[in-house]
């Protein structure tokens, strides 16, 4: 007779490519009047080939989350999951998501406006030889970063959070 005397576990991540093939299929419908019924692709689903939300999702949260080029995530993308993905994709499919989200930035913006207290500060990176700005505006609960080429006090207010005052 047996009895457990222990158990381990190991999580781990599994990560592949998927490609989904879309067909539209012609048939005929009335033989009467020799009509033909069409179907149609799932929406969203435009191009010959195409890039899932999830390559977008990897690729936006690598850039803005994680601070990689846009050089360096189609790297990761062709070594870790075979997908050619340009540096220009990358820049696009961030530029799409920023899009989407602007009204949850202008909200968080706000928000920082209307506090009591907030943060401002900046750092200093490097991006193709030319140092930017990152300007961060904060709250306990909130934060909103921009980029810029001014530093101090006029890139800090090209974020449009400072607050002015007579000093």
């Known amino acids: 007779m047996f009895s457990l005397k222990e158990s381990r576990y190991v999580v781990d991540i599994e990560m592949r490519t998927n490609v989904t093939e879309h067909r539209i299929l012609c048939a005929k419908g009335c033989p009467k009047h020799e009509k033909y019924i069409v179907g149609s692709f799932p929406e969203g689903v435009s191009a010959n080939i195409q890039y899932g939300d999830s390559v977008a999702v ?64 900046e750092t200093g990176s490097r991006v193709n030889g030319r140092t930017l700005w990152v300007h961060n505006s904060s709250t306990d609960e909130y934060t909103y970063l921009t980029i810029s080429g001014k530093r101090g006090r006029i890139g800090m207010e ?4 400072l607050p002015e005052f007579n000093g």
Do not use: W
């Not at 995530?73 to 989200?101: C, D, E, H, L």
């Not at 090209?158 to 959070?161: R, S």
């Open 58 to 121: 990897t690729a936006c949260l690598l850039n803005t989350y994680g601070a990689v080029s846009d050089s360096r995530i189609s790297t990761v993308m062709r070594n870790r999951f075979g997908i050619q993905i340009s540096p220009g994709t990358v820049v696009s499919m961030v530029s799409r998501s920023a899009k989407k989200v602007r009204t949850v930035l202008d909200t968080i913006k706000q928000r920082i406006i209307e506090s009591d207290v907030a943060h401002f500060d």
């Open 158 to 161: 090209e974020n449009g959070v």
